[in-house]
């Protein structure tokens, strides 16, 4: 900055030739107006740099995932290699009759097709699938829930708040720990309750363990109202026929779109962006007149993607329908041999390889544990590691500086070798 080698100017310099000074960082002048403005008004013009630093380092930036949390929910969860170019598609266009389309019969058809659903349609997340399908299909009339599943999802995401939003009235079935069957039949008799949906919600991010019943998506598939099974975590087929060694263990008793609704939900919700590994998206899928129900509710029309989120999600389907969960990151990334990760530390040339337990996150499979490696450090660098240009997020274990393979593209083996010997 100008001024180092001058006398100090007694009037603050003025903020044009401050905020010009600092051209070089690549932030629009009107932003570095601003950060010369508040470094002048706290007395201190020589901090507009460092303003200027932290407000670059507020925006959207491509960062390296080290902790071995794949689905990292302050990374953006999922990651996808998807780009679109500056040019028109035929979002709403339909090219066999010249007639205007629907959004929904492109990525959303071939979803319905990829788990074996009549229909399905797109929203923004997983919670405004939820929402609106419960506002479609219950407004005014009640939802019947097990006590057990009345849950809160990272980000505020709770059950019984966007019950009340969709206007339905929340009906509570059973007990925290227990309920049957028989909890369901006796509130969809009850008329004053007036069941217009029974909703069942996936645990995703906890279990109940012990004592404990609930009852399975075919026994409350045929109690008169429709069934909605907000799976969640978008898990698309619990064989993973796209997966060349099938499904891995750490799956368990995780909730499938296609057996959930083979077990004969009317419809299910899930998230783009968990274990399905698309964009950020919410996927209602099911019976056909029911998915009309949704997209003609006025609240689809606040709640639909753009072409950008439709072709990323279109790639990924395209992907499983071709069994080529390699191409999907998350599946590559769950699926890459202990072995193969072995071999690339010791590459690294740093630190000691050190065995590790990756994680699913997202809020999916609490407990699940994938075994990984890792290339330890002495020390805790998270800051300077997170500070370069692009930032490494990496985790400390015992005084130790780790970052685990599992998450981290091979193609980015050497800037994280190289930042790793840099710290030392
Ligand atoms: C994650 C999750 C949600 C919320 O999904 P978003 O896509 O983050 O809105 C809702 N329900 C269940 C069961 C989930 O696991």
Known sequence: MA??????????????RLARSLAHTGLPHPLLVDAARTAISAGDPDSAALIARSIKRRMLTPVINATGTILHTNLGRAPLAWQQDATYSNLELDLLSGERGSRMSTAPALIARACGAEAAMVVNNCAAAV????????????VAVSRGELVEIGGGFRIPEVLARSGATLVEVGTTNRTRAADFERAVANPDSDIGVVLQVHQSNYRIVGFTEAPTTSQLSDLGPPLVADIGSGLLDSRCPWLAGGPPGWLDNEPAARQTLEAGAALI???????FGGPQAGIIAGRADLVAKCS???LARALRPGSLVLGALQATT???LRGAGDEIPFWHMVSTPVESLRARASE???GQVV????????GTLPGVEIPSIGVSIPGDHRRPLRELTRPIIARVVEQHTVVDLRTIDPADDHEVATALRDQL
């Open 131 to 142: 929402m609106l399908t419960l506002a479609a299909l219950a407004e005014g009339r009640g």
């Open 269 to 275: 919700t899930f998230s783009g962006d968990k274990l």
């Open 3 to 16: 001024g180092t080698d001058q006398p100090r100017p007694e009037r603050p310099p003025s903020v044009d």
């Open 348 to 350: 690294y040339g740093v």
């Open 318 to 320: 395209l992907a499983y």
């Open 355 to 362: 065995d590790t337990l990756a994680t699913p996150g997202g």
């Open 296 to 298: 003609a509710h006025p």
